[in-house]
């Protein structure tokens, strides 16, 4: 199989990023369902959905403005729209996400907390939608630097590259295991299975990111380090208890 990967079926050209990242929403939502069938939630339904709506909302502003950030567009014309448009990213997706539902519970006067229930599938949905990054090759911003290390891959350039996209789909296969085991066998506080997702995945995003070609840089990283570095200031406390209850 050469990346990028773009079969051709009745003469037409598949793109595979597109059809597995709305399968990822797919298969994240029907698994978030489940999860809640399984479980007594104790927010309410109308809640829920004003929580889900604000998530929503939050991701779609997050995913475009850190998107752009990334890759800050100069000349602004349709083309450049469309471009701004189409440009988007997890990881701004998954802060907007969290501020849109801190606002959304703060309106409808929710005070538990309500991230536990879509950990798994927020993973689930990255995991599938990672694949469709990798199968895509130099396509997506998502391959990384020349290397001559043993991992390195032909991802579509005829270069070596770190296959990036590979890297985050073994780990977070490994994150997915972990919580769950952490989730069986441990009472945890309501809201701290997402708080530990969003602590390992926002360190790990900002470490990888070494990695990856990035061109425009503040203070020596990029717009996505710094969104991690924010984000882990913003749960700043959780890490200082759990490091010293590890102690």
């Given amino acids: 199989m050469n990346i990028p990967f773009e079969p051709v079926i009745f003469g037409y050209s598949i793109n595979c990023h597109l059809i597995l990242e709305y399968l990822a929403f797919f298969i994240a939502f029907r698994y978030y369902v489940y999860l809640r069938k399984q479980k007594n939630d104790t927010i309410s339904g ?3 959905i004003s929580i889900i709506l ?14 752009f950030l990334e890759n800050p ?9 469309i471009q701004l448009l189409n440009t988007k990213t997890i990881m701004g997706g ?3 996400g969290l501020l849109g539902v801190e606002i959304a519970k703060k309106i409808i006067g929710e005070i538990q907390s309500s991230g536990d229930l879509f950990t798994l599938p927020i993973i689930t949905g990255i995991f599938i939608g990672r694949i469709g990054c990798f199968l895509s090759g130099i396509n997506e911003f998502t391959y990384g630097n020349e290397t001559q290390f043993f991992t390195g891959m032909n991802l579509g350039d005829g270069l070596l590259r770190h296959p990036v996209s590979g890297y985050e789909l073994l780990f977070l296969v490994i994150l997915f295991f972990i919580l769950k085991t ?3 066998r441990k009472v945890l506080e309501n809201g701290l299975l997402f708080k530990y997702f969003m602590i390992l995945y926002f360190t790990f995003r900002f470490f990888i990111e070494f990695l990856k070609p990035n061109v425009f840089y503040t203070l020596g990283l990029s717009s996505i380090q ?3 570095v924010i984000c882990l200031l913003y749960y ?9 209850y590890a102690r």
């Fill in 46 to 48: 109308n809640n829920r």
């Fill in 54 to 67: 604000g998530a929503a909302i939050g991701a779609l502003i997050g995913s475009r403005l850190v998107g």
């Fill in 73 to 81: 567009l100069i000349t602004f014309s349709q083309d450049s729209l």
């Fill in 94 to 96: 998954l802060f907007g």
């Fill in 182 to 184: 952490i989730q069986k």
């Fill in 226 to 228: 710094i969104l991690c």
């Fill in 236 to 244: 700043r406390k959780t890490i200082t208890n759990t490091i010293k």
